[in-house]
């Protein structure tokens, strides 16, 4: 057990630890900006769909009901633009952490792969690779790196932590370049909905993949778009034979969503309504936020997506994280994503209206 544990970095939230104590002891208490955890209410029509399925005794299957399956192609073919979907082009998962700390391990990669990830990313992409005793392998542009030994390149878009966006050109060229040297390319679009500034656009459209879902797969999540981080619920899209391959693996595994979940999900992807609601109260909060932090004297970068603002005082991250930490606000350094975000910090917008409100008063 001890090998395993000694193959990753510290958990980094612990370090965050006693910024928290700090900003809790604030007399009107702690604004917690940190983590991007939904704080709002479940909507109510995913509530009965899950209560209604709560008589679940029998084992639910990995791959899902039909009516899940159907919802699944559905909303993608909707919502992303993909073509030509059938049952075949998507999995169910038990939430989006789970699959990307244990896909290089699912598909088989071990000493001598390398797996491709963000210079500034989401830590579990290096995780993953590590748990399977493959190489991480950071990038600015993927396109520059040396593609031997890859065997699974990340795309994150929109970005956490920073809310970049790739355009089509953009995700058109890696695609090109990572089916030119074989190349699985694992697009994490969890943040897709969630477009300010930006439309984000999915590696599965066919713009960007010319109506091909070969070599290419995207993960998808309803823990933002439908306060559902609790559910763990997410799946993927994409390439039938991956997800095939994949899908015979999570039955040995047993890696099943819940069959409740499962009922949950159909009624989160059959609904536009409460994704409009949520995205209003977050476009209330990032706005009221940003122009805080900006009168304050941060500069913003990026964040044209997701949940997060990306801010810099330009000075390092855990000065900052200091700062605001007397005033009661916590937010996460930006060294938590990588070495190149040392000067920077990543303040989420999923904090109560009371708290965000609390936020900009201390600002200013």
């Not at 104590?21 to 479940?42: E, K, Q, Y």
């Amino acid at each position: 057990m001890g090998a395993v544990s000694s193959l990753l970095p510290v958990f980094p939230w612990d370090r965050l630890e006693p910024y928290k104590a700090t900003a809790a002891a604030h007399p009107d208490g702690i604004v917690d900006l940190s983590v991007g955890t939904p704080v709002d209410p479940v909507p109510a029509l995913i509530r009965a769909a899950l209560t209604d399925a709560a008589d679940s005794h029998g084992y639910p299957t990995v791959w899902g009901t039909p009516a899940l399956r159907d919802a699944l192609t559905a909303w993608a073919t909707d919502r992303l633009g993909a073509r030509g979907l059938s049952h075949a082009n998507v999995l169910p998962v038990v939430g989006s952490k789970e699959l990307v700390a244990w896909l290089p391990t699912q598909l088989g990669l071990g000493p001598g792969d390398k797996v491709a990830h963000p210079r500034l990313a989401y830590p579990t992409y290096e995780v993953g690779a590590r748990l399977a005793r493959a190489e991480p392998v950071a990038y600015d542009d993927p396109t520059d790196l040396d593609p031997a030994g890859i065997k699974l390149l990340w795309l994150n878009s929109p970005s956490n932590p920073t809310g970049r966006v790739l355009g089509v050109d953009e995700l058109r060229r890696i695609v090109a370049w990572a089916r030119e040297h074989g190349i699985l390319v694992v697009s994490d679009e969890c943040y897709l909905e969630l477009g300010w500034e930006a439309d984000p656009v999915s590696v599965l459209h066919p713009d960007v993949c010319g109506g091909s879902h070969d070599g290419l797969v995207a993960v998808h999540s309803l823990s933002k778009r439908s306060n559902l981080a609790g559910y763990r619920a997410a799946f993927l899209v994409g390439d039938a034979a991956v997800l095939g391959e994949l899908l015979q693996i999570r039955k040995h595994g047993g890696m099943m969503v819940a069959a409740p979940v499962q009922a949950a999900t159909v009624a989160a992807l059959g609904d536009t309504a409460h994704v409009t609601e949520q995205r209003e109260r977050y476009a209330r909060r990032r706005s009221a936020l940003r122009t805080a932090f900006e009168a304050a004297g941060f500069r913003i970068e990026h964040s044209e997506a997701s949940l997060y603002l990306w801010a810099t005082r330009d000075e390092p991250c855990w000065d900052t994280v200091g700062h605001l930490a007397e005033r009661g606000i916590l937010v996460a350094p930006g060294d938590f994503y990588g070495p190149a975000g040392d000067r920077f910090v990543r303040i989420a917008f999923t904090a109560t209206d009371e708290r965000v409100e609390a936020a900009v008063r201390r600002l200013a």
